[in-house]
Each structure stands twice: as C-alpha cells, then as structure tokens.
C-alpha cells in the first residue's frame, strides 16, 4: 500500500461531501451544491460525523478532528498509531483507525485523548488499510491482508475481516 500527500480521501455523511487533497479539502453541501475550501485541513484517510471531520494522516502517524469550518478540535499522535489509513466513527463517536504500520486496529475515545488497541496481528489482522462500520448493526469491516504459510514459500492476500463492535 502506498499512500502520498497527491492521494485523494473522500467521505460524505448524507448532507455534506468532504473532499481531501494536498494541502486543502473541499467541503461541498449536498442539498444546495455550494462548496467551502478549507486550506491546510487535508488527510490521507477521512470521516464526516456530526458536523466534524476526522482524518488520518499516514506519513505522519497523526489523527484529527476540526470542525466542519475548519477550526480544529485536537490532533492525537501516540506510539501505538503507525502509519494510519482508514478512519470511521461508530455511532457514539468513537474514532476507529487502521493503524498499517503495526497491524492494529485502535479507537480512540470522541475527546481524542487516549487510544486503546481492539485488534491486532495476534487477531490476523496484517497490514489494515480501509475500515467500516454500519452504526446500525455495529458490524465493523476491515480490509487487511492474510498470510498463507502452509506451502513452502509464504504467500499474502487481500482479505476482509468482519466483526460485531
């Protein structure tokens, strides 16, 4: 997985479409088309939730929340986060990421203050890249990769877990 500061990252909650690429995101409202340009609020991975966008930046090992009009909420950054891709919230606002870097998937509480690892290599979890929750259910999916080491040379392949939050 390769991901730049040229990579797009796109999320919508319904109402709004968040746009993210080098430097700026577009904020564009779906129920009149107007569009906002926020300068130096960009992401590699992004979420909309409640009239906030959350975001991952990868090469950076940083996660995000500023406000819909780009005032920043916090930042977090904490040894457990390497390389972070995907980004979702759960239905109570709880910030899921793909930590690539070391094969976990952490949450990090709505004040964005702390991060707990749920998910890890020990779980198969190898190298997650996308995550989703449907805040109905509170099914979760990641998409990662799985090792098959039972032939002589070992192989991986793209793979998507799933599980009940």
Not at 98 to 127: E, M, Q, W
Request: with cysteine; charged share 20%.
């Amino acid at each position: 997985m390769h991901l730049s500061h040229d990579c797009n990252a796109i999320a919508s909650d319904g109402q709004m479409l968040v746009i993210s690429s080098t430097g700026k995101s577009t904020i564009v409202n779906l129920n009149d088309n107007s569009h906002t340009i926020l300068e130096g609020v960009w992401a590699d991975g992004i979420a909309l939730f409640k009239g906030n966008i959350y975001g991952t930046i990868f090469y950076e090992n940083k996660v995000f929340c500023y406000k819909i009009t780009g005032e920043p909420l916090w930042t977090f950054q904490h040894h457990d986060i390497v390389k972070p891709g995907g980004i979702i919230l759960d239905k109570n606002g709880f910030v899921y990421i793909a930590s690539y870097g070391n094969d976990r998937i952490l949450v990090i509480p709505p004040d964005g203050k702390t991060c707990k690892t749920i998910l890890s290599d020990v779980d198969g979890i190898i190298h997650p890249y996308a995550i989703d929750i449907n805040r109905e259910t509170g099914m979760m999916i990641v998409s990662s990769q799985i090792r098959d080491d039972s032939y002589s040379m070992v192989k991986s392949y793209q793979t998507a877990f799933v599980y009940k939050i």
